[in-house]
């Protein structure tokens, strides 16, 4: 799609070859996004591949009929030149009048109806030289009647659909013949269930459709986007002629994009094992941390041994685990738009379709961090006494969080430790950096440039593998009550620039300890029923059916709250004496 996008914007400099392999590309891209399931994302596509078809194909024709008329300018200046450096006497009588007649011959094949040239079509402008009339000027081609007129155009023409009762699909149906198919069908359908009550969506009869795009000439239709074309046409239509006047008098250009920026991606989904769940929920039973056998283990001496004195073995009698039922929610999208505003504002449906998305996937993924939050042991600060920059306290924080949770649950080197971390956490640690005076500039290593690759490295070197969430946590979230919100605020005028939070809400758990579950989802696509017809409008709705399922042991996920401050500092510049992690 970027390759398409991309040829689009130079599309008046491709060459031929270029173009048709444009428009081989448009076409194999419609296809395979139109084998995929129907989701307002996938229409937008179907329908911007389709405006790029329809541009595609009216480049083609414009270079057409750009050459055509250019061959055309070409032999009408050739007989105006002629007409001016011909005489008499180098000209014979003859070869004169059998141009005339020549051509002649070709205005009556080209229009049978001769008689109903006007009085000012027929005359043309003459000169006489040597006692001959000669033509200045090749006859004009008469302009294209107007659609408003009638001129020039079909018809539009109702034509019965494959339901149409009595017709063949394709016949051209009169106020009869519509009036009967209607009749049959409406018989056909009497003494059948309803539909359900009002506003509710029945089955719909498609009896005739009439398609008005194709009644009019290329040269008469406007193109999404392309005003380069739409100034042509309305220059050629034009019957009248512009007046030079002082300032801009012409109409100035239009442009009906619009941009938006928002990413729906959602990288918190996509961090948890994924478990298709066709029942709507999950009844599991949790992992277990080794601790509760405590009880079955004892040290039996020799001394114990000689003298029991009523000692005993310690034994953990195993009772049947309890299990947990999870069920899934749903996060829904529903839009509504106009009928004329979505066939005629392309643009304004695109660019709100994916504002919906973007606004979709941070509800979605806050949601699937507030789940792992209520599973979690909340709340735990990790602010040292003395705070050095951000960097290094938030690297004491993890590498220590990390050390007491493999040392209590006593586990391996090859189990994976999850954390998750707000995206500007990032940006945080690069400002700290940036700041510090401690460190030596280097071409592996260069504070002032400091990638996300080489963050994420840091972080995988203090123990974790990070995640990183596009949006905010509020204070309302579980577990953020003694803590600040997680994202930033609107930027005000003449203020100083907005901060980052000053603490840091993250989360530690062991790979495998949460699940996502996926229920599939409801894509009803576009929606109309009775009351949307009656007001001319339609919907897009779709619902998600997703939840977690923790399957860890209690303490197997940790909430930390750090305090952070980009101050880039370090040992050597802040006194750490009597500080101990």
Known sequence: MDEIRELLQNLNQLSAEDLERLRGLIVAQFDAVDKEPTTPENVALLNELADAGEAVQAEGSEREAAQAQAEADKEAARQRIAAISGNGDEEPEAEAETAEEAEAEAETAEEPAAEAETAEEAAEPVTATGGRVRKLAARQPKPKGSPETGEDTQRTALVASGEARGFPAGTELDKEKLAYSMSAALEARRGQQPAGPRGSRGRDVIIASASWADQYPEERRLRNQDWLHNERVFRQTSREALTATGGICAPVNVDWSINMIA????????????????????????????????????IWTEATDASPAGATKPIYTVSCPSTDTVYVEAVTSRLGFGNMQSRFDPETVA?????????????????????????????????????????????????????????LHRAYEGVTLRAVFPTWVKDLLRIDLLRETAHQQGNDWNSLSVTDEQIVSLLEDWGVSPIFHLDGQSTSAPGLGSAVNQYFTSQSGSAAIETFPTECVWYLYYEGAVQYLDGGRLDLGIVRDSLLDATNDYECFVEVFETLAFRGFGGGAIQFVSALCANGGSAGTISTTGVCA
């Open 263 to 298: 990413d729906s991606a959602r990288p918190l989904q996509g961090a948890f094992p994924a478990n298709q769940v066709s029942r709507g929920g999950l009844i599991y039973r949790p992992d277990l941390d080794f601790s509760v056998a405590d009880g079955a283990i004892g």
């Open 351 to 407: 660019a709100n379709t994916e504002a919906a998305l973007a606004a979709y996937a941070r509800t979605a993924d806050n949601n699937l961090l507030n789940l792992l939050a209520t599973a979690c042991t909340q709340g735990v600060t990790t602010a040292p006494s003395t705070k050095l920059g951000a960097t290094r306290d938030l690297g004491m924080a993890i590498i220590q969080a990390v050390a007491a949770f493999r040392n």
